[in-house]
């Protein structure tokens, strides 16, 4: 995976000079200038903060609440192995996206790729689903506030109060600087890691029938319940909520956009995400399945209030105090999750606007390095969706919300390996010895993340269509329920094909795609800085990996 990493090597602090490519943030020797005047992105995120951010990143609603809506309509087989099929989706995702990313780390990561590798039109629809996809992540993870605050408030407060406190809690974060920012994102993904392994080992614990109830779980919920329930459409849905939990992944490469060194950050982030959602995210969803009957009134969508399967398990076995810090953890998850999503939401508009694919205008950044105008335009329509789920049909709205987030990451998956074969062939067509650099970074094993991560899609593709035609509950097809779950899709491909009818645009050949704009080679420093890692002792390396300070 790596290049050289012997301690002397010469250091090539010289970078390459810019050619044309409108609109895109330029990387030389670490500082960022913009050519057209829209203000520079700061390179303020430290390796450690990208750090704690990625492997806390995405544990949220998804893993905390949706987990119940998945084992209540597919069971604990459809749970398990859902969610689990899109963990391996997930590490070929980072696998493909990271050599990209390290050799052009622009905040605007996949579309800027899809732009200079394949076609503008692609990069627009593609952005545009992102963008809404994320933005819709703001929404519904507003909605489960609502939901988990009220197992203390018992519906006495409107639910309107919970949405517009959450909302300016959001907000107000990114009035303040980027390193506010970065400060919230690192305390709350440190207490969220520590509270999955707090519950991981209260639910081993509680298999062997620790608590006051003293049950001991023998597997009955996988005995006495169908595994499988609702056949491939609980499969389906637990697959498609398996990607709405733990999202694209181009989190971490955005951020590589910001951070002060791309090359360490995002070569950590490929192994560590990975290994952070099989390893925490799978456990935990192994012991729910066994800890939590499918049937259970509380699980979300079921007759009862709300609650998380979480703190279903501790309930059952009679532990206090316990899930009320569970449920703020909870809490404090999915507000962080929801400022990840103006996060990215903001900066795939702004690169968007930076490519010339929207107004220009959107692309301004302030002094402090926030894009204020992307910023103020996502969460202007993530407060509009949020409160859209307080109309009659505020169920209808979430599932859409769900539906626009899920079938469009899966989407962005397939964009992301048509731009790596894309990126492969500009390298070879131009002779480019991107991989012989200092410390270059390349896919481990290409192209078999790119492959697999295409098959996995294509999986979530099929369960897209099939549960859109036969949703559980609905005996015959339904053109409202096809689009409701297709509805990413549909985005995308009518964004892109619109966009290339509308301005003609051309599929990059591999001979002249742009392989210099926003390239990032090694100054001194950071070599010195990746020798000095690299020659410390295989333990010492494993230790930053999970260093949580």
């Given at each position: 995976m790596m290049g050289k990493s012997e301690k002397d090597i010469s250091p090539q602090t010289k970078s390459p000079l810019p050619s044309e490519h409108e609109g895109v943030t330029y990387v030389v020797g670490g500082e960022e200038e913009e050519r057209h005047g829209n203000g520079e992105l700061r390179r303020n995120l430290s390796r450690r903060l990208i750090h704690i951010i990625s492997l806390g990143s995405q544990i949220g609603s998804g893993l905390f609440i949706a987990t119940g809506?998945?084992?209540?309509s597919g069971g604990p087989?459809?749970?398990?192995?859902?969610?689990?099929?899109?963990?391996?989706?997930?590490?070929?995702?980072?696998?493909?996206?990271?050599?990209?990313?390290?050799?052009?780390?622009?905040?605007?990561?996949f579309i800027d790729y899809a732009d200079r590798f394949v076609d503008p039109a692609l990069a627009f629809g593609a952005g545009f689903a992102e963008w809404l996809g994320w933005t819709a992540v703001v929404a519904s993870e507003a909605t489960f506030?609502?939901?988990i605050i009220n197992y203390w408030a018992n519906e006495k407060v409107h639910e309107a109060v919970w949405l517009s406190v959450f909302l300016v809690l959001c907000g107000g974060i990114f009035l303040l600087s980027n390193k506010w920012w970065g400060y919230f994102e690192y305390a709350a993904s440190v207490l969220k890691i520590l509270a999955l392994i707090i519950f991981i080992l209260a639910g081993f614990a509680m298999i062997l029938g620790a608590g006051p109830t003293g049950k001991k779980h023998t597997g009955e919920t996988w005995r006495d319940y169908p595994v499988f329930l609702n056949g491939f459409k609980g499969f389906a849905n637990s697959a498609l909520l398996g990607i709405w939990a733990m999202g694209d992944q181009v989190f971490t490469g955005i951020m590589g956009g910001e951070a002060k060194s791309p090359?360490?950050?995002?070569?950590?982030a490929t192994k560590l995400v990975p290994i952070r959602v099989s390893v925490t995210f799978m456990l935990s969803i192994a012991f729910i399945s066994i800890l939590v009957p499918e049937d259970d009134p509380r699980l979300f969508?079921?007759?009862?209030?709300?609650a998380s399967p979480f703190v279903i398990a501790l309930d059952h076995a009679g532990i206090k105090g316990l899930p009320d810090f569970l449920n703020v953890v909870i809490m404090i998850g999915i507000a962080a999750i929801a400022v990840e999503s103006i996060y990215i939401s903001s900066r795939v508009l702004r690169a968007m606007a930076a490519q010339g694919l929207i107004p220009s205008f959107i692309a301004r950044v302030d002094s402090t390095g926030r894009p204020r105008w992307a910023v103020a335009i996502t969460v202007m329509v993530a407060v509009i969706l949020?409160?859209?789920?307080?109309?009659?049909?505020?169920?209808?709205?979430?599932?859409?919300?769900?539906?626009?987030?899920?079938?469009?990451?899966?989407?962005?998956?397939?964009?992301?390996?048509?731009?790596?074969?894309?990126?492969?062939?500009?390298?070879?067509?131009?002779?480019d010895q991107l991989f012989t650099e200092v410390y270059a970074h390349r896919t481990w094993a290409w192209p078999i993340p790119v492959v697999w991560l295409f098959a996995g899609s294509t999986v979530l593709l099929v369960s897209c269509i099939y549960?859109?035609?036969y949703p559980i509950g609905v005996s015959t097809p339904s053109v409202y329920y096809f689009f409701e779950y297709m509805i990413g899709v549909v985005i995308v491909l009518t964004f892109t094909i619109g966009y290339k009818i509308i301005y003609k645009t051309k599929i990059?050949?591999?001979?002249?795609?742009?392989?210099?704009?926003?390239?990032?080679?090694?100054?001194?420093e950071e070599i010195d800085m990746l020798n000095e890692y690299y020659s410390r002792s295989t333990l010492k390396r494993f230790w930053t990996y999970v260093q949580l300070w």
């Open positions: 809506k998945a084992l209540r087989g459809s749970l398990v192995l859902g969610y689990g099929m899109v963990c391996t989706c997930v590490w070929a995702a980072l696998q493909t996206l990271s050599e990209m990313t390290i050799a052009f780390p622009v905040s605007g990561n506030f609502s939901v090359r360490y950050s995002m070569a950590h969508g079921g007759s009862d209030t709300a949020t409160y859209m789920n307080l109309s009659a049909t505020g169920t209808t709205v979430f599932t859409w919300l769900v539906s626009i987030t899920s079938s469009s990451f899966f989407i962005v998956w397939f964009v992301i390996c048509i731009t790596s074969w894309r990126f492969r062939a500009a390298l070879k067509a131009q002779n549960i859109g035609l990059r050949d591999p001979k002249t795609a742009d392989l210099k704009t926003g390239r990032r080679t090694l100054g001194k």
